[in-house]
Every structure is written in C-alpha cells, then in structure tokens.
Nanobody, 122 residues
Framework: QVQLVESGGGLVQPGGSLRLSCAASGFTFGSYAVGWFRQAPGKEREFVAGINRIGGTVFVDSVKGRFTISRDNAKNTVYLQMISLKPEDTAVYYC????????????????WGQGTQVTVSS
C-alpha cells in the first residue's frame, strides 16, 4: 500500500522555522521525484519545492533562500526545512511523488500525502 505521510507542521511566529517531513512507503522511493506543494484557503495548490532521485532541487521564487529540500533514501523520507517564515507561507503543505523528473504542476504527481498545516502568525 502506497503511503506518503507528512509531519512537522504547526504554529510559528513570523521569522521562525519549521522542518516538514514526508515519509514514504509502498513504492520504490529512491526512483521517484518528490515535490512539496501548499494550498492556502481560497487559493490554488502551489508548487513550493522539488527534489529528484539524485538530489537535484527546484524552488519557487518566493521561497528561494528560505527553504531547502533534502532526501534520505535510506529512510524513505524527504524534508522541507523552512526558515524566515512569513504569514504568506501559511497553508496546508502536501508532499507528492512522481517517477522521473520534478514537475511543478500538481496533476503530474501520482502519489499524495494528507497534508500538514503550517500557520505563521504572531
């Protein structure tokens, strides 16, 4: 059974940090690219960052310099480290997996997690 399980979300003050985790099971994780997406109320799901099977990364401009993405294939886990968080980063964050290349369109991802809420507020 394929599963992606996100964790690490929560409430943080502006300027704070969080690390999200995405734990995968049920498929050949090391062969898949993983993307992080986010969706705020009333907005479309947005690509945030992605990492391919060999560690190449892509970021949306709004998070460059603040977010990093990494993977530990031995643990079947991808991490999204977020620093200098802003209120506009508030959203439900989802991880998703697809074979081969990183894509920024959510409909190109096969497997999805259930999401974790990130709230940036004072």
């Amino acid at each position: 059974q394929v599963q992606l399980v996100e964790s690490g979300g929560g409430l943080v003050q502006p300027g704070g940090s969080l690390r999200l985790s995405c734990a995968a099971s049920g498929f050949t994780f090391g062969s898949y690219a993983v993307g992080w997406f986010r969706q705020a109320p009333g907005k479309e799901r947005e690509f945030v960052a992605g990492i391919n099977r060999i560690g190449g990364t892509v970021f949306v401009d709004s998070v460059k310099g603040r977010f990093t993405i990494s993977r530990d294939n031995a643990k079947n886990t991808v991490y999204l480290q977020m620093i200098s968080l802003k209120p506009e980063d508030t959203a439900v964050y989802y991880c998703a997996a697809r074979a081969d290349l990183i894509k920024s369109n959510y409909y190109e991802y096969l497997y999805w997690g259930q999401g974790t809420q990130v709230t940036v507020s004072s």
